[in-house]
């Protein structure tokens, strides 16, 4: 078998080395503006904010208290504020701090507003009720618990951090 031998032209040789070299340049500009506009997106979200909901631990009782309080959120460009609730009150030696979203399908739940069903977390869109440490009671809609807030104490005062979905 005989090898052809290819060869380039002097016009080829110059037409690959000039589009090399103008791809180089053309990166060489474009990366940084690239980054500029990316940077914000690809940041990783502070996950260890804390926000204070103005309740002391002393309080604190064993009944659920629905505090409202203000989150600021910023997602790349994007800065908010997102107004969040929670029930907060103590489990023993415990402080939970729970979402008033129902996990059924994302109503909003009330402690004790239901005269058939007391000391419970009650969802009036589709009856669905909490046991008052957020457990799914059988029977009804939620599969789940109620989710909860990361909840830290800091010189006498509570903060909620992020929500944990619990099994």
């Known amino acids: 078998m005989s090898e052809k031998k290819h060869k380039v032209s002097r016009r080829q040789f110059l037409t690959y080395t000039l589009t090399g070299v103008g791809g180089f340049m053309a990166a060489t500009i474009i990366s940084p503006m690239a980054r500029m506009a990316l940077d914000p997106a690809l ?3 502070e996950e260890g904010d804390f926000v204070s909901v103005g309740l002391s631990e002393d309080d604190l009782t064993d009944e659920p208290q629905r505090v409202d309080f203000v989150v600021e959120i910023e997602d790349g460009w994007y800065e908010d504020e997102q ?3 929670a029930y907060v ?3 023993g030696d415990e402080i939970l701090a729970m979402s008033p979203t129902c996990t059924h399908l994302g109503c909003t739940v009330g402690w004790d507003t239901n005269d058939d069903h007391p000391d419970q977390f009650f969802c009036p869109c589709h009856l669905g009720r909490f046991e008052r440490d957020g457990t799914n ?4 809609p939620p599969t789940r618990p109620l989710d909860v807030y990361d909840v830290e104490v800091r010189d006498g ?3 909620l ?5 619990r099994g």
């Open 157 to 159: 005062m509570i903060y």
């Open 161 to 165: 951090g992020q929500i944990r979905q």
């Open 89 to 91: 009150y103590r489990n």
């Open 83 to 85: 107004n969040r609730s």
């Open 43 to 45: 940041e990783v979200g």
């Open 137 to 140: 009671i059988e029977g009804t």
